[in-house]
T-cell receptor
């Protein structure tokens, strides 16, 4: 079946502009995650959505970052007033929680470059 | 603080030369340890989940093992197509679902 999809695959923007990144999870998956992968660094957790529960925003690096998930499916990560240090690959993952067991499946990522 | 350390950072092997990648972790109660493979320009691809010490999982030339402090990814008779970055991640107990990743091991297998 179809995996996690993300758009755009690449985004170049100017410092100070706002950007929106989109994630379409695997159909039926209730949990959705955003991670960031900076050059030479490991994946860093940003935010987590699970069903109708309040999202876990503990990984968002500043109040310029926000995310929403509409209708329990598609999610949008928004970065306002982008800075050069925001340049990274933004990865989305989804999972189907079954008790304590869970496997997160990742999309191909959006490569963001802030000039 | 929960932490994952992978070693070596990079590994170069000849085709057929078996080796192991290490993932050491410190976590306040392990819910699961995950191995992913990541090719350049792509998202991580799921390989294995390990839940308890002593557990082993195998897939083709890869075998993952788990102890209370570390996990190993053994690669037997690797081929050039096994070249990739291998990522280790842990999920902590206590209701936290996020994955905590190591920096990865870049594996290059030469013919």
């Amino acid at each position: 079946g179809a995996g996690v999809s993300q758009s755009p695959s690449n985004k170049v923007t100017e410092k100070g502009k706002d950007v929106e990144l989109r994630c379409d999870p695997i159909s039926g998956h209730t949990a959705l995650y955003w991670y960031r992968q900076s050059l030479g660094q490991g994946l860093e957790f940003l935010i987590y959505f699970q069903g109708n529960s309040a999202p876990d925003k503990s990984g968002l690096p500043s109040d310029r970052f926000s995310a929403e998930r509409t209708g329990g499916s598609v999610s949008t990560l928004t970065i306002q007033r982008t800075q050069q240090e925001d340049s990274a690959v933004y990865l989305c993952a989804s999972s189907l929680l079954q008790g304590a067991l869970e496997t997160q499946y990742f999309g191909p990522g959006t490569r963001l470059l802030v000039l | 603080e929960d932490q994952v350390t992978q070693s070596p950072e990079a590994l170069r092997l000849q085709e057929g030369e078996s080796s192991s990648l290490n993932c050491s972790y410190t976590v306040s109660g392990l819910r699961g340890l995950f191995w992913y493979r990541q090719d350049p320009g792509k998202g991580p691809e799921f390989l294995f989940t390990l839940y308890s010490a002593g557990e082993e999982k195998e897939k083709e030339r890869l075998k993952a093992t788990l102890t209370k402090k570390e996990s190993f990814l053994h690669i037997t008779a690797p081929k050039p197509e096994d070249s990739a970055t291998y990522l280790c991640a842990v999920q902590a107990a206590g209701g936290y679902n996020k994955l905590i990743f190591g920096a990865g091991t870049r594996l290059a297998v030469h013919p």
